[in-house]
């Protein structure tokens, strides 16, 4: 992808680069087909969410997705990751069992920004 042609000869990247726009789209593509077979996942990115409604699915799924990850050479930073939660923020939402609402403390900050008073300021 993107090789560059200089003086010196031909060189590739080893990995997705930086800058280019098709960069994000690409990586949510392999995202998705590395977790397509694990059920109950939501990835946007580097952010998955892992959803259960049994104890079994709880601690098997996780599992199935590091596996899966581990597999296609990426790695997992644990202590980023949180586990056996009844409820989490992703993607500015709560996420529960009830369902997702806004996150209330993203929602105060927009509330607390200062509305422009006249056409310079909105400019």
């Known amino acids: 992808m993107l090789p560059l042609i200089t003086h010196k000869g031909l060189f590739k990247y080893t990995g997705l680069n930086y800058g280019v726009k098709t960069t994000p789209s690409i990586f949510q593509q392999l995202m998705d087909t590395m977790l397509t077979n694990v059920p109950g996942t939501v990835v946007y990115l580097d952010d998955i969410l892992v959803v259960s409604r049994t104890d079994e699915e709880m601690f098997q799924r996780p599992e199935n997705v590091m ?9 997992i930073n644990i202590e980023k990751s949180d586990f056996l939660r009844n409820e989490t923020h992703y993607l500015g939402f ?25 056409v310079r300021q909105l400019q």
Do not use: H, M, Q, T
């Open 67 to 75: 596996e899966n990850l581990i597999d296609y050479g990426l790695k």
């Open 94 to 118: 709560v996420v529960s069992e009830a369902g997702r609402s806004p996150d209330p403390d993203i929602d105060a900050e927009f509330k607390s920004v200062k509305l422009p008073d006249n």
